[in-house]
């Protein structure tokens, strides 16, 4: 036996050669067309991936990406799977049927059924000894049974070990590398038997028997026959001395252990049914501490997490540990295959500290920590990139050395303000898989200067008005949008002008106001400045005009134009005013009394859609002979049912009545 001291294992972990990422293909997973799971075996061969689905009684073939590629149906019950040595073919166990199916691996159909007698119900399957050998039996009485294809024809042999009575079919295990051996165990709970068989022979002669158990969910070998992992119930896996079932210190896991997969290097894939705690650990050879655990998502995001049910684990094929495939389920009982691709790799949690604030162009200190079930010793290299408002797409600061206990820090003065981001990224290698963390920092940015001229003055109907922004002192960006937002749901916030201000920082748009809009003045900030607004709110008048009809005369008289209605003409006033959907004008009316003009009634009167309303003054003049009288038709903002104007008062018509 070889030895190798801790210190030499970290310098060959740890080489310069293994610095240099390590390419894999990520997990993946797919939802399978299954609504129970028996077993899972893999065909390295043809990379294939065979389960068995108890309640539909068929088998679904899958490539290994979980895509279906075929699946034989007509097996009720079909639960345990084994693949023959060559590849060639998959065996299933179908209670239902009583029988042994062969199953094409090639063309995915069924090519042969063994027939294993009248309630045989055999469950379970394994390879040693040149010979299929299956669990059978009732709840109450399990037995152990062989089928030998060497010859022409078929033999089957029961009752294998008629001294032990299992309750239930037993589980069964065997290993290539130990090819005479046999383990079996109950899945009840009471008085179930934990048995090891040698069949050089031919015939299945118990070695090693333990009693008092547990329900088993699963076993397996390792590679070369010595140790027995099964899964009981308990917060650990149970390791079995072969020979003489001794009991070894076991995996600790978690409560419900239900799957146990042993790799071609004897890593061991220890799973549970626990929905929410990690439900698989993966333990390299030799170790009992687990160098990676997962949890898995729920497929369905309803339940809250999957579970991994019984003998749910399966390896490649091979010498190493290779891809590890898994299948879970959720309370909905929706299955998925999920495929693991560096399963036996420590993954990094990587962590990025860096202040909440900090000052443009002062130093700051970032930290971190790169925390792993396999330790990295100090100086492997970590690269740092920062991005901000100058570089966009990021920009390398180099590598930052791991210091003792994974930790790390580092100093930089950022140029640019704003959200500023460093990424930390350790690249993996052949024992850890890649990590990346970022945190992000405000730095500080100075405010600018930007007004926007007008604000608050009212303009007439139809005026061009022109609005000039202007910007002060800014690091590049120069550029400066004016958006214009006028009164009213009908018309939206638009751009009207964008652009460089000139050499003064003066940028100008002329805009013909026909309604109170809000104007905005935009700077989107730079790497150094603030993003920054201004705005202006002015007002535009109505257009308003009156019309006088039914007078005889119009003439120059008391200091105004006055118009003439005989007394027994009611004078009629058009106004013209801009349209808006439910405006009103107001009508003034007035009268001269001593020297002094004193107010009528005003009344609102609504705009037809031409903008045009008409009134009429009528009633007996008689009395109004020789009186002074005048009207002015108004816009006053809100009470002329809208406020996309400003308050508008028309020009004064003076009337008087003769007889």
């Given amino acids: 036996m070889r030895t190798l001291t801790a210190a030499t294992a970290l310098a060959v972990i740890f080489s310069s050669a293994t610095l240099a990422a390590t390419p894999a293909s990520a997990d993946s997973s797919k939802v399978l067309p299954i609504k129970s799971a028996g077993d899972i075996v893999v065909d390295g061969v043809h990379q294939r991936v065979f389960i068995s689905d108890p309640y539909q009684g068929k088998v679904v073939a899958t490539d290994y990406s979980g895509t279906v590629v075929g699946s034989v149906t ?65 709840t109450e009485h399990g037995h152990i049974g062989s089928l030998d294809l060497s010859g022409t024809e078929p033999v089957v042999a029961l009752d294998q070990d008629p001294d032990t009575d299992y309750p239930g079919a037993p589980l069964l295990a065997a290993t290539p590398g130990a090819p005479n051996t046999l383990a079996a165990a109950a899945p009840e709970y009471y008085g179930s038997w934990l048995g090891v068989y040698d069949v050089a022979n ?26 027995l992992i099964t899964a009981n119930p308990g917060n650990q896996h149970h390791v079995w001395q072969t020979s003489d079932l001794t009991p070894l210190p076991g995996y600790t896991t978690e409560y419900h252990p239900s799957s146990v997969a042993i790799a071609g290097d004897g890593t061991v894939a220890a799973g549970t049914d626990t929905p929410y705690d990690p439900s698989l650990y993966m333990f390299r050879p030799g170790a009992t501490t687990p160098v990676r655990e997962y949890t898995w998502p729920d497929t369905d995001n309803i339940s809250g997490y999957d579970e991994l049910g019984n003998a749910s684990l399966a ?59 396999l330790p990295l010793p100090p100086g492997i290299p970590l690269q740092v990139t920062r991005t901000d408002l100058d570089s966009p797409n990021g920009k390398s600061l180099g590598t930052k050395p791991l210091s003792i206990g994974g930790k790390f820090s580092f100093t930089d003065t950022p140029p640019a303000g704003g959200k500023v981001t460093y990424t930390v990224t350790y690249a993996g290698d052949a024992q850890h898989t890649a990590a990346k963390a970022s945190d992000t920092v405000d730095v500080s940015r100075a405010k600018p200067t930007l007004t926007l001229n007008n604000n608050g003055k009212v303009y007439s109907y139809g005026k061009d008005v022109t609005f000039t922004a202007h910007l002060g002192t800014t690091y590049k960006n120069r550029t400066v949008e004016i958006w214009s937002n006028p009164f009213g749901s009908d018309k939206p916030n638009t751009l009207v002008k964008s652009g460089k201000v ?25 790497a150094r400045y603030t993003p920054a607004s201004a705005t202006s709110v002015v007002g535009a008048r109505v257009s308003v005009s009156t019309s006088v009809s039914g007078h005889y005369k119009s003439a120059s008289a008391w200091g105004h134009t006055y118009y003439f209605f005989h007394k027994t003409k009611d004078p009629l006033f058009t106004t013209k005013m801009t349209y808006y959907p439910g405006r009103r004008q107001r009508f003034d009316f007035q009268v001269y009394y001593e020297g002094k003009w004193y107010d009528g009634d005003s009344q609102y009167f609504p705009l037809g859609s031409d903008g045009i309303s008409k009134v009429q003054v009528t009633g007996d003049h008689a009395g109004d002979v020789g009186w002074h009288f005048r009207m002015r038709s108004d816009y006053i903002n809100s009470l002329s049912g809208d406020i996309v104007n400003s308050t508008t008062y028309g020009p004064w018509k003076y009337f008087t009545f003769t007889s």
């Fill in 202 to 227: 031919g015939t299945a002669t118990r070695t090693a028997r333990y009693g008092d158990l547990g329900s088993t969910s699963d076993l397996a070998l390792t590679p070369d026959g010595s140790r």
């Fill in 315 to 373: 390896w490649e094929p091979g010498t190493g540990a290779g891809r590890l495939f898994a299948l879970t389920h959720n309370y909905d009982s929706v299955y998925t295959l999920r495929v693991l691709t560096d399963s036996t790799k420590s993954k990094p949690v990587l962590t990025v500290d860096a202040p909440a604030t900090a000052t443009r162009a002062k130093t700051l200190i970032v930290r971190g920590k790169l925390a792993t079930t």
């Fill in 74 to 138: 007509s097996l009720p019950g079909v639960t345990g799977l084994q693949l023959s040595a060559d590849s060639g073919t998959v065996y299933a166990a179908s209670p239902g049927a009583n029988a042994i199916v062969a199953i094409d691996t090639t063309t995915v159909t069924e090519s042969t059924r063994y027939a294993t007698g009248d309630g045989t119900d055999p469950a379970h399957l394994a390879l040693a000894g040149g010979k299929l050998w299956f669990g059978y039996g009732t």
């Fill in 502 to 526: 000139n050499s003064y920082g003066n940028l100008s748009v002329t805009l013909n106001l026909k309604r109170d809009a809000t104007l905005t003045a935009k700077f989107a900030g730079d």
